[in-house]
Protein backbone atom coordinates (compact mmCIF):
# COMPACT_ATOMS: atom_id res chain seq x y z
CA UNK A 1 0.00 0.00 0.00
CA UNK A 2 2.38 2.12 -0.52
CA UNK A 3 -0.05 5.37 -1.46
CA UNK A 4 -0.60 5.48 2.04
CA UNK A 5 0.21 9.22 3.42
CA UNK A 6 -0.81 8.00 6.78
CA UNK A 7 -1.31 5.63 9.32
CA UNK A 8 -2.83 4.24 12.51
CA UNK A 9 -3.31 1.22 14.55
CA UNK A 10 -6.24 1.16 17.14
CA UNK A 11 -5.99 -1.25 19.42
CA UNK A 12 -9.42 -3.37 20.43
CA UNK A 13 -10.95 -2.26 17.20
CA UNK A 14 -13.01 -4.69 16.62
CA UNK A 15 -16.38 -3.18 18.41
CA UNK A 16 -17.69 -0.69 20.77
CA UNK A 17 -15.25 3.04 21.33
CA UNK A 18 -12.34 0.61 19.57
CA UNK A 19 -14.41 0.44 15.89
CA UNK A 20 -15.54 3.78 16.54
CA UNK A 21 -11.76 5.26 16.92
CA UNK A 22 -10.93 3.01 13.88
CA UNK A 23 -13.89 4.34 11.51
CA UNK A 24 -13.50 7.71 12.63
CA UNK A 25 -9.22 7.89 12.00
CA UNK A 26 -10.06 6.21 8.88
CA UNK A 27 -12.54 9.20 7.71
CA UNK A 28 -9.70 11.66 8.62
CA UNK A 29 -7.67 9.74 5.62
CA UNK A 30 -5.44 7.12 7.99
CA UNK A 31 -4.53 3.66 7.12
CA UNK A 32 -5.97 1.64 9.89
CA UNK A 33 -4.52 -1.56 11.50
CA UNK A 34 -7.73 -2.88 13.46
CA UNK A 35 -6.35 -5.25 16.18
CA UNK A 36 -8.09 -7.96 18.19
CA UNK A 37 -7.65 -10.18 20.69
CA UNK A 38 -9.66 -13.03 19.81
CA UNK A 39 -13.05 -11.76 17.94
CA UNK A 40 -12.11 -12.10 13.90
CA UNK A 41 -15.30 -11.74 12.50
CA UNK A 42 -15.64 -8.54 14.32
CA UNK A 43 -12.46 -7.30 13.90
CA UNK A 44 -13.70 -8.39 9.69
CA UNK A 45 -16.59 -6.15 10.12
CA UNK A 46 -14.78 -2.91 11.56
CA UNK A 47 -12.60 -3.54 8.07
CA UNK A 48 -15.56 -4.10 5.95
CA UNK A 49 -17.20 -1.41 7.23
CA UNK A 50 -14.20 0.86 6.35
CA UNK A 51 -13.45 -0.36 3.03
CA UNK A 52 -16.94 0.42 2.09
CA UNK A 53 -16.81 3.77 3.20
CA UNK A 54 -13.60 3.89 0.70
CA UNK A 55 -11.00 3.83 3.43
CA UNK A 56 -7.97 1.32 3.85
CA UNK A 57 -7.47 -1.21 6.72
CA UNK A 58 -6.54 -4.35 7.50
CA UNK A 59 -6.84 -6.86 10.86
CA UNK A 60 -4.13 -7.95 13.02
CA UNK A 61 -4.84 -10.80 15.98
CA UNK A 62 -2.71 -9.76 19.10
CA UNK A 63 -2.85 -10.12 22.72
CA UNK A 64 -1.55 -6.32 23.78
CA UNK A 65 -0.70 -8.00 26.94
CA UNK A 66 2.26 -10.31 25.88
CA UNK A 67 5.63 -8.47 24.25
CA UNK A 68 6.07 -10.73 21.56
CA UNK A 69 2.13 -10.32 19.71
CA UNK A 70 2.73 -6.54 20.26
CA UNK A 71 5.95 -6.41 18.65
CA UNK A 72 4.02 -8.44 16.06
CA UNK A 73 1.42 -5.88 15.94
CA UNK A 74 4.27 -2.89 15.26
CA UNK A 75 6.17 -4.79 12.05
CA UNK A 76 2.53 -5.56 10.69
CA UNK A 77 1.73 -2.40 10.63
CA UNK A 78 4.84 -1.08 8.80
CA UNK A 79 4.37 -3.89 6.77
CA UNK A 80 1.35 -3.01 5.40
CA UNK A 81 1.02 0.57 5.08
CA UNK A 82 5.16 1.25 4.81
CA UNK A 83 4.33 3.85 7.51
CA UNK A 84 3.38 4.87 10.90
CA UNK A 85 1.78 8.21 12.65
CA UNK A 86 -0.54 7.37 15.21
CA UNK A 87 -0.69 4.43 18.35
CA UNK A 88 -4.30 4.34 19.78
CA UNK A 89 -4.14 1.98 22.57
CA UNK A 90 -8.05 1.42 23.32
CA UNK A 91 -7.74 -2.43 24.02
CA UNK A 92 -8.42 -2.83 27.91
CA UNK A 93 -10.72 -5.12 30.30
CA UNK A 94 -13.23 -3.81 33.28
CA UNK A 95 -12.23 -6.11 36.44
CA UNK A 96 -14.69 -5.49 39.19
CA UNK A 97 -13.98 -6.78 42.65
CA UNK A 98 -13.79 -5.39 46.52
CA UNK A 99 -10.46 -4.66 47.77
CA UNK A 100 -11.16 -6.53 50.98
CA UNK A 101 -11.63 -9.98 48.83
CA UNK A 102 -8.24 -10.19 47.73
CA UNK A 103 -9.06 -11.51 44.18
CA UNK A 104 -5.35 -11.33 43.04
CA UNK A 105 -5.97 -13.13 40.43
CA UNK A 106 -8.68 -10.94 39.05
CA UNK A 107 -5.79 -7.78 39.71
CA UNK A 108 -2.97 -9.25 38.12
CA UNK A 109 -5.36 -9.96 34.90
CA UNK A 110 -6.64 -6.13 35.23
CA UNK A 111 -3.08 -4.73 35.55
CA UNK A 112 -2.14 -7.02 32.48
CA UNK A 113 -4.62 -6.65 30.19
CA UNK A 114 -4.39 -2.18 31.33
CA UNK A 115 -1.36 -1.39 32.24
CA UNK A 116 1.52 -4.06 31.03
CA UNK A 117 -0.37 -3.57 27.67
CA UNK A 118 0.17 0.10 27.33
CA UNK A 119 3.88 0.03 29.22
CA UNK A 120 4.41 -2.40 25.60
CA UNK A 121 2.51 -0.36 23.47
CA UNK A 122 4.26 3.08 24.67
CA UNK A 123 7.55 1.10 24.59
CA UNK A 124 6.96 0.15 20.61
CA UNK A 125 5.52 3.54 19.85
CA UNK A 126 7.92 5.16 21.20
CA UNK A 127 10.96 3.29 18.94
CA UNK A 128 8.53 3.24 16.03
CA UNK A 129 6.73 7.05 15.16
CA UNK A 130 8.92 9.51 14.00
CA UNK A 131 8.30 13.87 14.55
CA UNK A 132 4.83 14.41 14.61
CA UNK A 133 3.64 11.31 15.86
CA UNK A 134 1.14 10.71 18.34
CA UNK A 135 0.36 8.64 20.96
CA UNK A 136 -2.82 8.37 22.74
CA UNK A 137 -4.04 6.00 25.68
CA UNK A 138 -7.41 5.48 26.94
CA UNK A 139 -8.19 5.99 30.85
CA UNK A 140 -11.44 6.57 32.22
CA UNK A 141 -13.42 9.21 34.30
CA UNK A 142 -14.08 6.52 37.10
CA UNK A 143 -10.69 7.86 38.81
CA UNK A 144 -12.48 10.72 39.85
CA UNK A 145 -15.44 9.17 41.54
CA UNK A 146 -14.07 6.09 43.14
CA UNK A 147 -16.66 3.84 42.96
CA UNK A 148 -16.65 0.77 45.61
CA UNK A 149 -15.38 -2.24 43.65
CA UNK A 150 -13.43 0.05 41.00
CA UNK A 151 -10.29 -0.85 42.90
CA UNK A 152 -8.17 -2.86 40.06
CA UNK A 153 -9.74 -1.25 37.25
CA UNK A 154 -8.95 2.17 38.73
CA UNK A 155 -4.90 1.01 40.03
CA UNK A 156 -4.48 0.10 36.09
CA UNK A 157 -5.65 3.45 34.39
CA UNK A 158 -4.07 5.00 37.04
CA UNK A 159 -0.78 3.67 36.21
CA UNK A 160 -1.78 4.66 32.40
CA UNK A 161 -2.03 8.33 33.27
CA UNK A 162 1.13 7.94 34.84
CA UNK A 163 2.80 6.59 32.25
CA UNK A 164 1.26 9.27 30.03
CA UNK A 165 2.86 11.82 31.41
CA UNK A 166 6.41 10.28 31.70
CA UNK A 167 6.65 9.06 27.92
CA UNK A 168 5.95 12.79 27.00
CA UNK A 169 8.81 13.76 28.73
CA UNK A 170 11.24 11.32 27.57
CA UNK A 171 10.28 12.35 24.16
CA UNK A 172 11.26 15.66 24.58
CA UNK A 173 12.64 17.17 21.30
CA UNK A 174 11.24 14.17 19.26
CA UNK A 175 7.81 16.40 18.30
CA UNK A 176 5.86 13.65 19.42
CA UNK A 177 2.47 14.23 21.66
CA UNK A 178 1.81 11.18 24.21
CA UNK A 179 -2.17 12.14 25.78
CA UNK A 180 -4.85 9.92 27.19
CA UNK A 181 -8.38 10.01 26.49
CA UNK A 182 -11.16 9.60 29.76
CA UNK A 183 -14.59 8.72 28.56
CA UNK A 184 -17.19 8.48 31.30
CA UNK A 185 -19.83 6.38 30.94
CA UNK A 186 -20.46 5.57 27.19
CA UNK A 187 -23.46 3.46 26.27
CA UNK A 188 -21.90 0.27 24.01
CA UNK A 189 -22.42 -3.17 23.93
CA UNK A 190 -20.04 -4.12 26.91
CA UNK A 191 -21.65 -1.36 29.20
CA UNK A 192 -25.32 -2.22 28.47
CA UNK A 193 -24.38 -5.75 29.21
CA UNK A 194 -25.89 -7.05 32.74
CA UNK A 195 -27.19 -3.83 33.70
CA UNK A 196 -31.22 -3.26 34.64
CA UNK A 197 -33.16 -0.17 32.75
CA UNK A 198 -33.08 1.55 36.04
CA UNK A 199 -29.18 0.64 36.69
CA UNK A 200 -28.04 2.54 32.89
CA UNK A 201 -30.47 5.75 33.93
CA UNK A 202 -29.30 6.05 37.23
CA UNK A 203 -25.39 6.28 35.68
CA UNK A 204 -26.37 8.12 32.44
CA UNK A 205 -28.01 11.12 35.32
CA UNK A 206 -24.55 11.22 36.82
CA UNK A 207 -23.39 14.00 34.45
CA UNK A 208 -24.70 17.23 34.12
CA UNK A 209 -25.73 16.47 30.30
CA UNK A 210 -27.76 13.43 32.07
CA UNK A 211 -27.26 11.08 29.24
CA UNK A 212 -24.43 8.32 28.21
CA UNK A 213 -22.00 9.53 25.97
CA UNK A 214 -21.65 7.80 22.78
CA UNK A 215 -18.46 5.65 20.85
CA UNK A 216 -18.17 8.28 17.94
CA UNK A 217 -18.11 11.37 20.49
CA UNK A 218 -14.72 9.57 22.60
CA UNK A 219 -13.59 8.97 18.67
CA UNK A 220 -14.22 12.28 18.14
CA UNK A 221 -11.91 13.24 20.93
CA UNK A 222 -9.34 11.00 19.60
CA UNK A 223 -9.22 12.62 16.16
CA UNK A 224 -8.43 15.70 17.74
CA UNK A 225 -5.51 14.78 19.38
CA UNK A 226 -4.56 12.87 16.38
CA UNK A 227 -5.06 15.71 13.60
CA UNK A 228 -3.39 18.50 13.32
CA UNK A 229 -5.55 20.95 15.52
CA UNK A 230 -3.93 18.78 18.45
CA UNK A 231 -0.54 19.32 17.69
CA UNK A 232 0.19 21.50 20.97
CA UNK A 233 -2.06 19.63 23.40
CA UNK A 234 0.49 16.61 25.47
CA UNK A 235 0.91 14.94 28.22
CA UNK A 236 -2.83 15.66 29.07
CA UNK A 237 -5.79 13.47 30.01
CA UNK A 238 -8.88 15.12 28.63
CA UNK A 239 -11.93 13.78 30.31
CA UNK A 240 -14.71 13.38 27.45
CA UNK A 241 -17.42 12.54 30.16
CA UNK A 242 -20.50 15.66 29.83
CA UNK A 243 -18.98 16.65 33.18
CA UNK A 244 -19.16 12.96 35.23
CA UNK A 245 -16.61 13.18 37.18
Known sequence: MS???????????????GRAIAERLAREGFAVLVNYAGNAASAQETVAAIVQAGGTAVAQQGDVGKAEDVAHLFAAAKEAFGRLDVVVHNAGVMALSPIAKGDLELFDRAIATNLRSTYLIFGQAANALGEGGRIIALSSSVLGVNFPSYGPYIASKAGVEGLVRVLANELRGRQITVNAV???????????????????ERIAKLAPLERLGTPEEIAAVVAFLAGPDGGWVNAQVLRANGGYA
Open 182 to 200: APGPVGTELFFDGKTPEQI
Open 3 to 17: NVTKAAIVTGASRGI
